[in-house]
């Protein structure tokens, strides 16, 4: 059976488990705070569910440091972006023990958030607001699998208006083609016709360009679930594509970039 005492104005209390001593603060003044918590040890000792102390006392900034490490340890592309997420979770998280990370916590972080105001003096969407929130739930679980948190908190994820607009119709396309630089012409081109993302424009190389099968190759590297893809070429992209290594062959015949 464990015990209360005082130090100073604080109650604490003391238990064992397994032959091991613990002391622990109910940082608080009222002895009903230190008996609810030596109940709630004794309970979790006696269905085994007490991890030690290590686990209450890791903090919002442990886990993220966490986070931020096995992003770079699996080179994700999306490092910058979840360090910009970061920036509004430690804000409102920061220096809070993960144990006092609850349910009812994030939800209030949830309300906090669409209080706030972007550059565009608009509110945050909810889909904004569902990347911070996932990147909370990844730190949880990493801190799981450490053994540094004895559970991952219930985390809502809010609706979101998936429709996607802004999609050319082709005499759009041709009209907006027409008024750009020519130098941008082949990136708009690649753009319209495959859909790929810039960065995937943008570092495609020659070696990746089958035209005997009209095919693109994108490398597992360079797309964004880091999976490969061949992309088909239409007719204009091939055209396109072939006065461009044309260009290439005759000013920079050592360029390997497209």
Known sequence: MGSIYKRGNIFWIKYSRGGRRFRESSESKKQSVAKRLLRLREGQIAEGKF???????????????DLLNDYKINGRKSYK??????????DYFGGMKAKNITPDRVRAYVVWRKRQQTHYNRPPTNATINRE??????????????????????????SENNVRRG?????????????????????FTIGFYTGMRKGEILSLEWSQIDFTSKLVRLNPGDTKN???????MS?????????????????F??????
Request: charged share 30%.
């Open 51 to 65: 991890a030690g102390l290590d686990p209450e006392r890791i903090r919002y900034e442990e886990l993220e440091k």
């Open 81 to 90: 972006m979840v360090q910009y997420n970061l920036n509004h979770l430690r």
């Open 133 to 158: 929130l996932s990147a909370l739930k990844r730190m949880f679980r990493l801190g799981l699998q450490a053994g540094k948190v004895i559970r991952v908190p219930f985390i809502p994820k809010l």
């Open 167 to 187: 999609f050319l119709l082709h005499h759009d396309y041709l009209r907006l083609l027409k008024a750009l630089p020519s130098y941008v012409r082949p990136i």
């Open 226 to 232: 880091k999976e490969p893809r061949l992309v088909p």
């Open 235 to 251: 007719e204009e992209l091939y055209e396109t594509l072939k006065e461009q290594r044309q260009l290439r062959d005759e000013k």
């Open 253 to 258: 015949p050592a360029c390997q970039r497209v």
